[in-house]
Antibody, heavy 120, light 113 residues
Framework: EVQLVESGGGLVQPGGSLRLSCAASGFTFSSYWMQWVRQVPGKGLVWVSRINSDGSSTSYVDSVKGRFTISRDNAKNTLYLQMNSLRAEDTAVYYC?????????????WGQGTLVTVSS | DIVMTQSPDSLAVSLGERATITCKSSQSLLYSSNNKNYLAWYQQKPGQPPKLLIYWASARESGVPDRFSGSGSGTDFTLTISSLQAEDVAVYYCQQYYSIPITFGQGTRLEIK
């Protein structure tokens, strides 16, 4: 069974940093591209970032470029999102998601999410 | 960036009736080299992550009931629930994966009338 379990969320002050983790199991993690998607509670979904299977290629939405870094450790079956210079508008539930292996960027499995709150 | 616009924002349908949600993209999602539309639909219930329903605009994900269907091509797409069940109450999102950044529609809230 595919499982994605996010952790690392919490309360952080504006300008602070946080690292999210996503532990993957039930599939060959090193074969799949992965994504982070966020959602302000009660609002819509916003794609944040994606990374290829070996970690050599990454993409970001403009609003987080230069502040967030996606990475992965295939030996630990874990996806990461390093978030620096956090702003109030980064407050959201952050989901990790597995991209389908069908050459499309859609996500076939999602974690339960971890809440990040940026506030003083 | 490709803008995805769903309509309506909310919808109330009687049990057993048809529900239709539309999604329009600001540019074509049809990739000519493979004749595929890079459009997916997701269902999100309260307190849960999104669940993939439809990909390539009309391909149903494994395990999704056949009352859910997707159609359309180019810039205009539709998600149809043929006979609404109580468990279909949720917010539905379309998503384009034709180009980065991947973008979602604003969501359509589906309720029981």
């Amino acid at each position: 069974e595919v499982q994605l379990v996010e952790s690392g969320g919490g309360l952080v002050q504006p300008g602070g940093s946080l690292r999210l983790s996503c532990a993957a199991s039930g599939f060959t993690f090193s074969s799949y591209w992965m994504q982070w998607v966020r959602q302000v509670p009660g609002k819509g979904l916003v794609w944040v970032s994606r990374i290829n299977s070996d970690g050599s290629s990454t993409s970001y939405v403009d609003s987080v470029k230069g502040r967030f870094t996606i990475s992965r450790d295939n030996a630990k079956n874990t996806l990461y999102l390093q978030m620096n210079s956090l702003r109030a508008e980064d407050t959201a539930v952050y989901y990790c998601a597995r991209e389908s292996d069908s050459s499309g960027y859609y996500s076939d499995y999602w974690g339960q999410g971890t809440l990040v709150t940026v506030s003083s | 960036d490709i803008v995805m616009t769903q309509s309506p924002d909310s919808l109330a349908v009687s049990l057993g009736e048809r529900a239709t949600i539309t999604c329009k993209s600001s540019q074509s999602l049809l990739y000519s080299s493979n004749n595929k539309n890079y459009l997916a639909w997701y269902q999100q219930k309260p307190g849960q992550p999104p669940k993939l329903l439809i990909y390539w605009a009309s391909a149903r994900e494994s395990g999704v009931p056949d009352r859910f269907s997707g159609s359309g091509s180019g810039t205009d797409f539709t998600l149809t629930i043929s006979s609404l069940q109580a468990e279909d109450v949720a917010v539905y999102y379309c998503q384009q994966y034709y180009s980065i950044p991947i973008t979602f529609g604003q969501g359509t809230r589906l309720e029981i009338k």
